[in-house]
């Protein structure tokens, strides 16, 4: 989720964040992205290209996702003991991975899999370095503060800013490419050579910020819009929903399609499944789930013969039973095909369990039809209709012994006065 949004989250320690950025500054950087993650390095190399240091997005608050903000090299040194200097709009800056002191750089090497792009790595040291080490600055807008021209300083969390390249003029882009195995399955960064102002994965704001100079920000500066949060968090589930692909080692065995839940085609295997395991397989009451499958269709076939007859001047229901019987049948049926349309466009892997907020509704459905066929019918003697137990859960009304069929053990004392 957005900086923001997770900012007004219990034990977040963003409060804390000292508000305008400064070199010398420590940051990390989220990418602003539908699912965005951290700016993230770490000791590993590429295995080919420039097989320097990765540079990856990160979805976890990790030390490597640390950044020390400083001058370029050929500007005075950093020296804390100077006069603060804020970061601006078009500063020309290095970035300095805290943890291992590298520099993120770009150079023209296509990247791992966006092979258009430049490759992003992290290359020198403290004190070795060159000028694919320079990133310019760019401020989008500011949430708080406006459009770009009334963006004085850059504030952490709100500031949106791009960083393009000053030797190759590309952009530090982070989408939804995920890298081999190698790169632990963390998403690509790369530098994009296209300039797409309007490019949400080229946009970034200093999400955690540290610099013992400076005193924490105004928590009234953090404030999210509701609105915002509320759309951004369907999307960004939506996207992370769909990078969920199919693990082709697994995809055989748990994964199953759409069409096979409503009729209990296949089940998911819980855990392993060797000989000396304990082994759970997961799957539906047959009646409960061919039940409620069963009854969808019969109740479209009921509601032809119901509309036929009603041509045919037959009165089954009085208007009020007939509103009854439209109403909840249009809840258990919009509800679940509202529920299960939405698994044939998705992208990601799906198993059997991702049915259950569906089977809701068509156990709704199969208990309505039930209702109004046995429990709720006028053709059925009073008798016949009894439900053993439902006097158990709704409460016995009348005399007791004109309730039979209760006493399945001697000691329930359910008839005794």
């Not at 950087?29 to 240091?53: D, E, F, I, R």
Request: one cysteine or more; a neutral charge.
């Amino acid at each position: 989720m957005s900086s923001l949004f997770q900012a007004h989250l219990v034990g977040n320690d963003f409060s804390r964040n000292p508000l305008e950025v400064a070199y010398g500054s420590k940051i990390t950087l989220k990418n602003m992205g539908w699912g965005g993650g951290l700016l993230h390095s770490h000791v590993q190399t590429y295995p080919a290209g420039s097989t320097q240091q990765q540079v990856t997005c990160y979805h976890y608050k990790d030390d490597n996702n640390d950044w020390v903000v400083l001058p370029r090299w050929d500007e005075s040194e950093y020296n804390p003991n100077d006069p603060l200097h804020f970061l601006q709009d078009g500063d020309v800056i290095r970035l300095q991975h805290a943890a291992t002191t590298r520099n993120l750089h770009s150079h023209n090497v296509p990247a791992p899999v966006t092979k258009l792009n430049n490759e992003v790595s992290c290359y020198g040291n403290a004190t070795i370095g060159d000028y694919h080490d320079y990133w310019k600055v760019e401020v989008v807008d500011d949430i708080k503060q406006g459009s770009k021209d009334k963006v004085d300083r850059i504030h952490s969390l709100t500031t949106r800013l791009r960083f393009r390249h000053d030797t190759l003029g590309c952009y530090l882009r982070a989408a939804n490419s995920v890298l081999p195995q190698w790169g632990y399955k963390q998403i690509e960064v790369s530098c994009d050579k296209e300039n797409n102002p309007n490019d949400p994965h080229t946009y970034w704001n200093v999400e955690s910020h540290w610099n013992d100079r400076l005193p924490p920000a105004d928590t009234k500066f953090f404030k999210s819009p509701f609105l915002r949060d509320f759309w951004h968090l369907n999307v960004a589930m939506m996207t992370s929903n769909n990078a969920l692909i199919p693990d082709p080692d697994k995809d055989d065995i748990l994964a199953s399609n759409p069409t096979d839940w409503p009729w209990m085609h296949l089940g998911l295997r819980m855990c392993g499944w060797g000989d000396h395991q304990p082994k759970y397989y997961l799957l539906g009451t047959p009646i409960i789930w061919w039940g409620g499958s069963a009854s969808l269709v019969v109740s479209f076939i009921v509601l032809g013969v119901y509309l036929f007859r009603h041509q045919r001047k037959y009165i089954d229901m009085d208007s009020r039973e007939w509103d009854h019987f439209l109403y909840v049948g249009k809840i258990a049926f919009y509800g679940w095909f509202l529920h299960y349309a939405p698994f044939f466009i998705m992208g990601r892997v799906t198993y059997v369990h991702h049915y259950l907020p569906t089977l809701y509704f068509s156990v709704l459905m199969f208990s309505h039809l039930l209702d109004h066929f046995i429990f709720s019918s006028r053709r059925w003697k009073e008798k016949t209709k009894k439900n053993f137990f439902r006097g158990l859960a709704w409460g016995i009304d009348g005399p007791i012994n004109e309730h039979w069929g209760l006493l399945w053990r001697k000691s329930w004392n359910i008839y005794n006065a």
